[in-house]
């Protein structure tokens, strides 16, 4: 007995430690298994913030899509037909579908996300109506992109869902600013049946989701289509490779227009190469020619170095060190004006006007027009161009930055360093995003945080201006296909040898770049054409581009001429 009693209280002592540690040492892990047990959790997702226009117009926005789930428990025992049939109507992969149909003690599985309404509600009745158990759907926003390759390479796309339900950005401003678009799921956790019904008095715990913030950008919707049109026009019929076309507001550096071409359709990235997924008038440098000489005049009289009316013996050929300057037209010695040197692009003219400068000024002041620099609008992989540094900066690297080239640029900064100009020699830092928004890396971008910097005198930039009109004189200039009826332009036509693999293979990029009117500026317009087979150059092929566009910014916004008699400045003496 007493071996009994002693075996007896060595038994209710296990029970009894057992008791205490199941209800005084662990006893919420062990609520918490046994609740797990006929629990399910749910993601809810937040809705995307949408990507708008200047006027509210969708450039990519969230509709009304839903996820399909499985509960493995219900699925399991006809994973394989079911699986069959879900690869069927939902084009996912049938051994992923099989997996999650089978996965052991899981109430709740992806089977697809993001599934058009219609589409998801027909797919899960046809299964039932099969005798498949265990299908649901819950809420999940599809992300669509109507305006198809409007912005397509400002706006980028989303990438299919991941297993966990997420979906990552793939490019431009869905990636730059992803965590401000997508806010933060929530979270819904109830209790099931057996059946795998929810329970109606059963725990209820939600953690609602917070959807993202919608981003409003500068770019005008139609402004960017007609812009995509004109320049892929030009590209064509110039037999080029590629091109840029940009527009910005001249008074709040606000980007109307931002195109490139070729593009792709975001709707449908998966049928164009990577290669067009990024904006190229932000990512890929090039050699400005000639346009930049409207920087470099501005500078000299900013620094009171020279007058618009200064006279020039201009030769048709300056030896310089090692290797002789050339104009692109063949002449003897000619006597121009700097407005002539300017109107008629000489490179000659311009290195003779340019000696004036001194030790580092040049520099000095392509840097304050922002060249060498990110504009920094949000936009990823963005590059700063290249602008030599002083230990680079040789005297013959100074004669060819002083025409364009030696020194490299994008779009983007080559618009908003040509608004200096038109802008009263105040550069105002360009925008692509309205108001303010943080990038993924904590930056603050906007209009609301746009700088301004004087960069040149405001009689300097005027002087410029009426010099740039020139450019455009139907009778002495080199652009009057860039001229827009009833209205002054300002212009400068470019023309680049282009840099490929570290060298110059002969091929060029062409430009015109501008603003109107003239005398009180409201647009500044860029457009690049790069290795044009058909001959033409800055004036020939970006002329009549930047004409058509300038011209169609101005009647869209009402921008009435302002009547004044264009400048008249002498060209030759």
Not at 208 to 213: A, N, T, Y
Not at 257 to 280: F, G, I, K, M, V
Not at 444 to 461: D, I
């Amino acid at each position: 007995m007493r071996a009994g009693f002693v075996v007896v209280a060595m038994v209710l002592s296990l029970f009894g430690a057992r008791l205490v540690q199941l209800q005084g040492v662990d006893p919420h892990q062990y609520a918490a298994m046994a609740a797990a047990e006929g629990s399910v959790s749910v993601i809810l997702p937040a809705e995307r913030g949408d990507i708008l226009d200047r006027n509210g117009e969708p450039l990519a926005d969230s509709i009304d899509g839903l996820m399909v789930v499985a509960d493995p428990s219900l699925t399991s025992a006809d994973a394989p037909r079911l699986a069959a049939f879900l690869s069927h109507r939902l084009d996912v992969d049938y051994l992923v579908a099989l997996r999650r149909l089978r996965e052991p003690d899981s109430r709740f599985q992806y089977i697809a996300r993001q599934v058009p309404a219609a589409k998801a509600r027909d797919v899960v009745a046809a299964a039932e109506d099969k005798g498949f158990r265990g299908l649901f759907t819950r809420e999940d926003p599809v992300r669509t992109y109507p305006a198809r390759d409007v912005g397509a390479n400002l706006v980028g796309f989303l990438g299919t869902p991941r297993k966990d339900g997420s979906t990552r950005p793939l490019a431009g401003l869905e990636t730059s600013f992803n965590r401000y678009l997508s806010g933060h799921d929530g979270e819904a956790r109830y209790q099931v049946g057996a059946s795998g019904s929810r329970i109606p008095l059963g725990d209820n715990t939600v953690d609602e989701p917070r959807d993202g913030q919608d981003l409003t950008l500068t770019i005008d919707r139609d402004l960017q289509w007609y812009c995509q049109q004109v320049l892929a026009q030009a590209v064509k019929s110039s037999r080029g490779d590629s091109g840029l076309a940009t527009v910005m507001d001249t008074r709040t550096g606000e980007v109307l227009c931002l195109a490139d071409y070729p593009t792709y359709d975001a709707s449908r990235p998966d049928l164009s190469p990577e290669s067009l997924y990024s904006s190229r008038a932000l990512t890929d440098p090039y050699e400005p020619g000639s346009v930049e000489k409207a920087l470099t005049m501005a500078g000299l009289l900013d620094a009171g170095k020279v007058t618009p009316r200064q006279k020039y013996k201009v030769p048709g050929q300056l030896l310089r060190q090692d290797r002789p300057i050339n104009d692109y037209f063949e002449h003897g010695t000619i006597k121009l004006t700097l407005a002539g040197i300017l109107a008629k692009s000489s490179n000659i003219g311009t290195v003779m006007a340019a000696d004036t400068y001194g030790r580092g000024q040049l520099r000095s002041y392509l840097e304050k027009f922002g060249l060498g620099k990110r504009t920094g609008v949000g936009l990823g992989g963005e590059s700063p161009g290249i602008l030599p540094d002083g230990s680079m900066w040789t005297s013959q690297t100074g004669d060819r930055i002083a025409f364009g080239q030696s020194l490299s640029v994008t779009g983007l900064q080559m618009t908003a360093a040509i608004n200096t100009i038109a802008n009263g020699g105040e550069r105002v830092d360009p925008s692509l995003v309205r108001g303010t928004a943080t990038l993924d890396d904590g930056t603050t971008v906007g209009t609301g945080v746009a700088n301004r910097e004087r960069v040149v005198s405001e009689e300097a930039a005027r002087q410029t201006s009426e010099m740039m009109e020139r450019v455009l004189d139907p009778e002495e200039g080199v652009a009057k296909g860039a001229a827009v009826p009833g209205y002054r332009v300002a212009g400068k036509t470019g023309t680049a040898q282009r840099v490929v693999d570290g060298v110059y293979d002969g091929s060029f990029s062409v430009s015109f770049a501008g603003f109107a009117p003239a005398d009180d500026p409201r647009f500044t317009a860029y457009v690049v054409v790069h290795n044009p087979r058909n001959g033409g150059g800055g004036g020939s092929v970006g002329g009549p581009a930047f004409a058509k566009i300038m011209g169609y910014a101005l009647r869209r916004y009402a921008v009435p001429p302002t009547g004044t008699p264009p400048s008249r400045l002498p060209i030759t003496w």
